[in-house]
């Protein structure tokens, strides 16, 4: 599968992986929140991104 095929831009800011259906963001937190993210900081992240938190 090629890279162009398998990661589809969803020009939201995410990226769709096509073979595993997860979604992720173009830009890590340190380039979204100008900051550096501990475990526990990035799993909350995560979850609040997703509208779990």
Do not use: P, Y
């Amino acid at each position: 599968m090629s890279h162009s095929i398998r990661f589809k831009d969803n020009q939201d800011g995410t990226l769709t992986d096509t073979k595993t259906t997860l979604r992720w963001l173009r830009e890590d937190g340190w380039q979204r929140e100008g900051k550096w993210f501990s475990w526990d900081d990035a799993k909350d992240w995560a979850l609040d991104m997703n509208g779990i938190k």
